[in-house]
């Protein structure tokens, strides 16, 4: 039986009052970097907390960290003191909010905690991405997935009144999924996916790749990525049901099966993921490049229509040019929020491909966790 979500999909629409305190974990890496530059002049948001490991800790924040972000660290958070990634630490205590940037091999046990504490955790890292009470979320698709939220509270133990995970996608995953879910909303299920990234080294954190590995060269390997794209995918465009126990599952696309091939590459490019997509439509026959064309630009996201204030104003920049989109060109447009699309055509072996540019460190993390936040304020999942 399919669940209603078209409750949660109506929340009042309203001005946060007073700003609500947030903490970063793993402030000091490369996505909780994104995440302070984006914060500091969040119109709801406050950040009151940052955390990262025994490294960092007990640091003024602009010691710790390694700054790589074009403009200055923001100067409320430059002497703010590095925390341990601790829920009973009195900063995060007075926190509502925990954003986490953490590395995975860490992010398990530490958001746990702060879940467990009460605390509304909006993270990066793949741990729980596969957890069948954690909604894996990109904001500009899925966010009825938030209807998992009371059961994975009500399922937790002890039963939590506040605390939950909600976790953002791999970035290889945002950037293309936006496109597609696109796709299927105008043209109905998608059958068959294959696509091929080219991928940034900011994307395996700092300092990241080696520059004897990387300059001069692709790899054409990243450990557990094409699995997590193939998987994650099933996850988003998929609906919610209901089990014979009365459960809410995620039915994986089931309705209408989807293979998805993916091959991953990294490159040397600082920011921004590329990926090509080729698509078969279970509907036949398919629509043409024009339509395809039309049908992404006028893509608008659940998430706009909300009034999240950090959706961009195109989710879908569809692009004319035959060279584009480009990393370099187009990967911090609208604060590298949106996706870029170009070079729409037919595909000879399945019916459409094209190229789509993504920048991994913003819709495909901080920023995409930050829309999930907000979105959760507006359904009223998170107190104003
Ligand atoms: N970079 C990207 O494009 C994307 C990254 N992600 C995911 O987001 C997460 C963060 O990635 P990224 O910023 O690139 O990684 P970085 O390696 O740049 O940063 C990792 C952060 O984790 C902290 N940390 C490490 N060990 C511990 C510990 N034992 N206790 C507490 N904190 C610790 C580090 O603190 P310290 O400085 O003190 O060591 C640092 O703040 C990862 O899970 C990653 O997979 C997801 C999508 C895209
Ligand atoms: N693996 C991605 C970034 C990342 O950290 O992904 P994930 O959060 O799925 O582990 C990349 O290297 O570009």
């Known amino acids: 039986m399919s669940v209603d979500t078209s409750a949660a999909q109506s929340p009042t629409i309203g001005v946060v009052q007073d700003k609500i305190n947030v903490g970063i974990l793993g402030a000091t890496g490369t996505v909780g970097q994104r995440f302070i530059t984006l914060l500091s002049s969040h119109p ?27 403009t200055p660290i923001p100067s409320s958070v430059r002497e703010l003191i590095v925390h341990p990634c601790d829920p009973t630490e009195p900063h995060f205590r007075e926190c509502t909010i925990i954003f986490s940037g953490l590395d995975a091999e860490v992010a398990g046990d530490i958001e746990a905690a702060f879940r467990t504490a009460e605390f509304a955790v909006f993270s990066n890292a793949k741990n729980y991405r596969r957890d069948p009470l954690v909604p894996l979320i990109v904001p500009l698709v899925n966010n009825p997935h938030l209807a998992m939220i009371p059961q994975q509270q009500a399922l937790h133990n002890p039963p939590l009144k506040k605390g939950f995970i909600v976790t953002n996608a791999n970035c290889s995953t945002t950037g293309y999924i936006i496109p597609i879910a696109a796709l299927e909303k105008s043209f109905g299920p998608i059958e068959a996916i294959m696509v091929t990234t080219l991928q940034a080294i900011s994307g395996a954190g700092y300092p990241g790749v080696p520059s004897l590995d990387i300059f001069d060269n692709v790899i054409p390997y990243i450990s557990g990525e094409e ?48 990926e090509c997509v080729s698509v078969r439509f279970a509907r036949r026959p398919p629509p043409s490049p024009q339509q395809v064309r039309e049908a992404l630009a006028a893509y608008t996201p659940d998430a706009q229509a909300l009034g999240c204030p950090s959706v961009p104003r195109h989710a879908i920049t569809v692009h004319e040019e035959p060279d ?37 460190v913003s819709i495909g993390a901080a920023t995409s966790s930050i829309i999930n936040a907000e979105l959760a304020i507006l359904r009223d999942i998170v107190s104003r």
């Open 44 to 70: 709801w948001f406050k950040i009151h907390a940052l955390g990262a490991s025994s490294r960092s800790a007990g640091k003024p924040y602009h010691s710790a960290a390694s700054w790589k972000q074009t």
């Open 324 to 360: 584009r989109p480009q990393p370099r060109l187009d990967r911090y447009y609208q604060e590298g929020a949106g996706v870029s699309v170009g070079r729409v055509r037919q595909c000879q072996v399945l019916d459409i491909k094209f190229v789509v540019l993504a920048n991994n």
């Open 227 to 274: 699995e997590k794209i193939e998987w994650e995918t099933l996850k988003i465009l998929g609906g919610i049901t209901e089990n014979d126990d009365g459960l809410k599952v995620f039915d994986m696309h089931a309705s209408h099966p989807l293979r998805v091939s993916a091959s991953c590459n990294r490159v040397p490019v600082i920011d921004g993921h590329t």
